[in-house]
């Protein structure tokens, strides 16, 4: 190697033709990942998918001219550099139509249109190539869309085929060390992971460095960009349209995101049992002795276990489910690190639920009279057997009273006479 960095082409054989051992791998010196807007769009293959008339060209066209004037991209800096904006679905007159509408100064001239191609396989590379000999100084590459410059293979199925020109492109990507994003459509069918509506098979995903999801509903001025890829951290970037260009409302993490889609009613939850130091009960109690309103049962279980390593497990919560014969318990408990082990006061008492008063004090439910007390005995429960105030077990009916405790009135004045 002739300098500190290898070249493109060596980095690319290091990466490509000959096996490498990991001492040799981590004392040679690697070009860092190439940003090409710094935290959203590396080098290499990327895929934006959008569905039709989302707005995904005008996004593109805005990227190309930031780029090529190195103007900043949602608060981020970027470096001038030229770009080839395939336009496969336009002509030249509509680019020039949006080209006014985009900018009222002087357009870069790093900035460079073509509206027809060759297919994958068959003149797209060269055509590619071609013009990267011309600019060696290209960053970027855009081919809008995807399914114009793809051939029918009849002798492939659709997951080989889609892999097949997906690797044709990140081959020259990698090779070149350019961005080559492809403009893609999703599929109408719904998906409950929102990057499975990209039309076509796994294979387009699975072959995409970078993959942008713009979501946008019909005739909406606002919309939201869904960014993840093996270079960065996902995110999620809350975008408004104004004089046809997205800008920047709001940006997430996706730890940022998991939060805010939790109810509010399970942290509530969680500084109940937290502050009780453990609780046993069916969920409909646990929603009143939490006075959580407004929640039915089984929404709120199907939430607790949805959300229970975001709110619960950071918390020191445990939590088991058991089922009776007629009803599901909620089981849980809190580690307790910082020595306080779930009493409000040296008594050793579990603490009341909120809102419950102690006896004795004002406000208390009246004692009953002895005449109308129970006995001394032990508690027979509830039909699970578990108390619900404090989650502990009651004490079977026939189980003897335990070693120290008081004895009867009747044993002790046996005892003194």
Known sequence: MGGLWPSKKEAYAMQRNEPIDAETLLSTPLPP???????????????????????????????CLQLARGGEIWGRT??????????????????????????????????????????????????????LSQHPETGLVVIDTLQKVRAADPNNGAYASDYQDMSALKSLADRRGIGLLLVHHLRKQGASDPFQQISGSNGLMGAADTIWLLQRQRMSDTARLLVTGRDMDSCTLHLQTRDCIWQLLEEETAEEQVRKAVPDYLWRAADFIRRAGSWTGTATELLTAAAITGVQPN???????????TVFTPQGIRYQSRRTSNTRLLCFTCDRNDGH????????????????????????????????????????????????A???????????????????????????S
């Open 78 to 131: 970027t470096q001038p550099q030229t770009v080839l904006y395939l336009c496969l679905e336009d002509t030249y007159a509509r680019i020039q139509g949006r080209l006014f509408r985009l900018t009222e100064d002087s357009v870069p001239s790093r900035l460079y249109f073509q509206t027809g191609s060759c297919a994958i396989g068959d003149g797209l590379e060269l055509q590619i190539e071609k013009f």
């Open 299 to 309: 929404q709120f279980t199907r939430k607790l276990v949805e959300h229970f390593y």
């Open 33 to 63: 990942v190439r940003w090409l807007i710094p935290g959203l769009l590396p080098a290499g293959l990327s895929l934006l998918a959008g569905a039709s008339k989302a707005g995904k060209s005008w996004l593109c066209l805005w990227l």
């Open 390 to 416: 404090d989650g502990q077990p009651f004490a079977a009916a026939d189980t003897a009273a335990p070693t120290g405790t008081s004895p009867s009135p009747a044993i002790s004045r046996e005892a003194a």
């Open 341 to 388: 082990d779930g009493s409000d006061d040296d008594t050793g008492r579990s603490p009341l639920p909120s809102g419950t008063v102690p006896a004795g004090e004002e406000g208390a439910a009246p004692v009953p009279s002895s005449s109308s007390s129970p006995s001394p005995g032990p508690h027979h429960g509830s039909e699970h057997g578990l108390c619900v």
